[in-house]
């Protein structure tokens, strides 16, 4: 089957150049391909993840992704999507978030001779000589061109930098130079990224009079058009350090039952019957298929024993289970507890709610107990049970278990 099909059977394309090329060159070639993913933060979040399971999918139909770690052009910064500039990393802060991020790419792709490359930008941009760079590309790109793209028309208002100017020239010769250096003939990225993205196919086809395109994927959003991957806590990142693996679990057993089949297509490798199957059940049944994807999603991400410890976990919660041995947990020595055991400096600590603000509005609502206990006092001090332990609750579906040592 054409990995075209397979992406567009499945949800994946949103926008491409000359579709009818594209498809007959992934039919008869084994298309090398890139995605560019900025280290911005020392962890891929869900944002990332219909991008690279694209990349997954176009590997397994035989092509040769290249990822493409953005260490020189985060020195920049894309405007793309932004109302001001984005704080500047350190060369030393960008080396160490690039390499974590290449670690979790190895998740899902099988890199090596012949494989998946990963490459990091920051190699060939760090050392251009900007005059010769302005000379052989810059000379290809209309100013008046560029202020029509959205990434930029959203910035004009309220200023946009010449460094920012110059990211869509930088993403643009990295296809260039990708291409000339490692045959890569198609560059792919989220639907936010077309502009950056069309300036590096035409490049290429204006320079080297060779073929070049471009496809993007539709941002993940769910059946009212929000960006999903959002929580109270912040961002749904895809390193269990910044989120666990049972918050991970439980954001997807608890997505809406529109959105369900679409998830299913986008975020797991289930065989599209299963997934239609599973979309079309109704009504209380629709659960079983939220639990196949929140399973499905967290062992891709996790590992099937931290997924299945998540199960374990949301079962005993909400099921018939009394082992509560996997549910989050964190652990506080004596002295800590002693002086910080108010209700929402103990939320704070724990990671459940980001600032002690949104800790007072939870418990003013109601939102919040401790045990079987429900606040209503914001200032409660927790007693310490006799086990030296309790749980946090916050609303019907977040749970985490303090631990005194």
């Known amino acids: 089957m054409n990995a075209f099909d397979v992406l567009k059977e499945r949800g994946f394309i949103k926008q491409t150049t000359f579709e009818d090329e594209l498809y007959e060159m992934l039919e008869n070639e084994k298309v090398t391909f890139y995605v ?216 997807w057993r608890n997505v809406d039952d529109a959105d369900v089949e679409k998830c299913l297509a986008m975020l797991t490798f289930l065989p599209m019957d299963e997934v239609h199957r599973l979309g079309a059940l109704q009504d209380a049944q629709i659960n079983e298929a939220k639990k196949v994807l929140a399973f499905e999603v967290t062992k891709l991400i996790h590992g099937e024993e931290e997924a299945t410890k998540a199960q374990s976990a949301a079962e005993a919660l909400f099921g018939k289970s009394s082992d509560m041995s996997d549910i989050p947990t964190t652990e506080i020595s004596q002295t800590e507890f002693d002086e910080k055991n108010r209700i929402t400096d103990l939320m704070l600590i724990c990671g459940i709610i980001p600032s002690l603000g949104e800790g007072r509005r939870l418990v003013k609502q109601g939102g919040v107990r401790v045990d079987d206990e429900k606040i209503s006092d914001m200032n409660y001090e927790v007693s310490l049970p006799k086990s030296n332990e309790f749980v946090i609750r916050k609303g019907k579906k977040v749970f985490h278990r303090v631990r005194v040592i």
């Open 36 to 251: 560019g993913f900025d280290p911005t933060a020392d962890s891929l979040h869900i944002g990332h993840y219909i991008p690279v399971m694209a990349m997954a999918h176009m590997q397994r139909a035989g092509h040769k992704p290249i990822a493409l770690v953005g260490g020189g052009t985060v020195m920049v910064g894309d405007p793309t999507g932004k109302t001001d500039m984005r704080k500047m990393l350190t060369k030393e802060e960008i080396a160490q978030n690039a390499e974590k991020i290449k670690k979790q790419l190895s998740n899902f792709m099988e890199f090596g001779e012949g494989k998946a490359k990963l490459l990091n930008n920051a190699d060939w941009l760090l050392n251009l000589n900007y005059i010769d760079f302005l000379r052989d590309v810059g000379v290809h790109f209309s100013v008046n061109r560029m202020l029509t793209a959205e990434c930029y028309k959203a910035r004009l208002e309220k200023g946009l930098s010449f460094l920012e100017f110059n990211y869509m020239l930088m993403q643009g010769y990295d296809f260039l130079y990708l291409n000339q250096n490692h045959g890569c003939k198609l560059q792919m990225g989220g639907d936010d990224q077309w502009s950056n993205i069309l300036a590096g196919a035409d490049l290429i086809r204006r320079k080297e009079k060779t073929p070049a395109f471009a496809c993007t994927f539709p941002l993940l959003l769910n059946s009212q058009g929000k960006k999903m991957g959002k929580t109270e806590a912040g961002a749904l990142w895809l390193s269990s350090e910044k989120t666990s693996p049972y918050d991970f679990y439980q954001y």
